[in-house]
């Protein structure tokens, strides 16, 4: 579900950021007070001088990049390849004698588009600002420059960070997985039946996957928001993947736990989060513990 605004936090609206980040006492205003608001207006360390859009990090109205199931985006795939958590053994001393990761059950598929998203910037690879459309009109010219903070050399996130993923995700959470331990059934893949519940074989899983057709497209997610019918901010996105099985095509990426625009919520200490780490109510919605 799109958010509209009837403010104009967007491109380059920077008389309104400025008032909205001047009175504290006004509600949230969204992504300009996180750490994805990279101008020099941001909270962050991450930043430059060379913009003061703040969506066109990510996003382009026009000739976005289409290799990427991310909305108009705006930023090249880095080249990277990855370590999945398919091989926990590598990192070595744990005593076991194979790279193999024992415990997961569901497949693991090599890293989409929908995460490289996000790991364009976050495997530290590549300048944050390397883009397909730059800001202003007509300019094709790549980058902005002008960084500050922890990343004046290349505008790249600093290594050493916990936000510099790097390209061995086998110490991250899995992401291109199945979800529910590989075993779902029930999924009207092919009916157009909105709020169809997919069910887990894997009682380890929360069964509320819910599993839709809008506009056509296949989507699934955990529902969170209490409105059953509807795929909301707040409802868990799994990913649309193409796992061998028919039915086991719901997928856990980097945006089923993050929403890129959200402030912290609850008594949140991170941003990004659809569902509160309170409680580890984040964990809860998914794993059955
Ligand atoms: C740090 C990167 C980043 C920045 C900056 C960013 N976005 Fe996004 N945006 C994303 C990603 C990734 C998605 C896809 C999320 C998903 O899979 O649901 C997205 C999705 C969207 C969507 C469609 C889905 C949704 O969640 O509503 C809209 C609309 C959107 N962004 C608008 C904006 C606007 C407007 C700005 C600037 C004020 C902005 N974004 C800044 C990364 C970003
Ligand atoms: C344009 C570059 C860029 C993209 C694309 C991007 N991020 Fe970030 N993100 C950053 C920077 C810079 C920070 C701040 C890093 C720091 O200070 O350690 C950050 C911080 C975060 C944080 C930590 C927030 C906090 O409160 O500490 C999370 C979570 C996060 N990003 C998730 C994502 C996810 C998920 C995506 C994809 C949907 C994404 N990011 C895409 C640049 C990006
Ligand atoms: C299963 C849920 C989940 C998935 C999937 C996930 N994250 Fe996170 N992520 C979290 C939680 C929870 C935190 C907060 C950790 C904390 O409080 O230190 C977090 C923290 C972060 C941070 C801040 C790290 C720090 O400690 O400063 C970044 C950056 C981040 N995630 C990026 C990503 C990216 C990029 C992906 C995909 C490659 C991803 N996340 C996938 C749950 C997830
Ligand atoms: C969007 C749903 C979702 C969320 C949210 C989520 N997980 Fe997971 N998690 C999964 C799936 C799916 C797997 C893969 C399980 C399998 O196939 O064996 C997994 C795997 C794991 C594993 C590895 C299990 C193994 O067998 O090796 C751990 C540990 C884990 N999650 C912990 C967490 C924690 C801690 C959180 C909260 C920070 C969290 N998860 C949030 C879906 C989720």
Redesign the pocket.
């Known amino acids: 579900m ?2 509209i605004r009837s403010g104009l ?2 491109w380059a609206s920077g008389a309104v950021l400025a008032l909205t980040l001047g009175m504290p006492g006004i509600a949230a205003a969204g ?1 300009a007070n996180t750490k ?1 608001n990279l101008t020099s207006a941001g909270p962050g360390v991450n930043k430059t001088t060379g913009t003061d859009q ?2 066109v ?3 382009t109205p026009h000739g976005s990049n289409l290799a990427v199931s ?2 108009l985006w705006n930023k090249a795939l880095p080249a990277s390849s990855y370590k999945t958590y398919n091989s926990t053994g590598d990192g070595g001393g744990s005593g076991v004698a194979t790279t193999a990761t024992n415990s997961i059950d569901g497949q693991i598929l090599a890293v989409g588009s ?1 995460s490289l ?2 790991l364009s910037c976050h495997d530290g690879s590549q300048a944050m600002d390397n883009m397909v459309n730059a800001p202003g009109s007509g300019s094709t010219a790549i980058g902005t420059g002008g960084w500050s903070g922890a990343n004046q050399a290349t505008g790249a996130i600093k290594a050493g960070l916990f936000s510099n993923l790097g390209v061995d995700l086998n110490n991250d959470h899995p992401i291109g997985i199945q979800y529910c331990g590989g075993g779902v059934t029930g999924g009207a893949t092919t009916s157009a039946a909105a709020d169809a519940t997919v069910s887990c074989n894997d009682a380890d899983f929360v069964t509320t996957v819910k599993n839709a057709k809008i506009n056509g497209q296949q989507v699934f997610w955990v529902e969170r928001d209490g409105t059953a019918t509807k795929r909301g ?1 707040e409802d868990i ?1 799994l990913y649309t993947r193409d796992f061998t099985s028919a039915l086991a095509t719901p997928s856990v990426e980097c ?1 089923s736990c993050h ?3 959200v402030e912290t919520k609850g008594t949140d200490n991170v941003n990004f989060m659809r569902v509160t780490t309170s409680g580890s109510q984040i964990c809860l919605a998914c794993h059955v513990k």
Do not use: N
Request: glycine share 10%; aromatic share 4%; proline share 9%.
């Open positions: 799109s958010r936090i967007g992504i994805h703040i969506c990090f990510c996003h991310a909305p929908v998203a996000c901010k996105i945006g929403d890129p625009h």
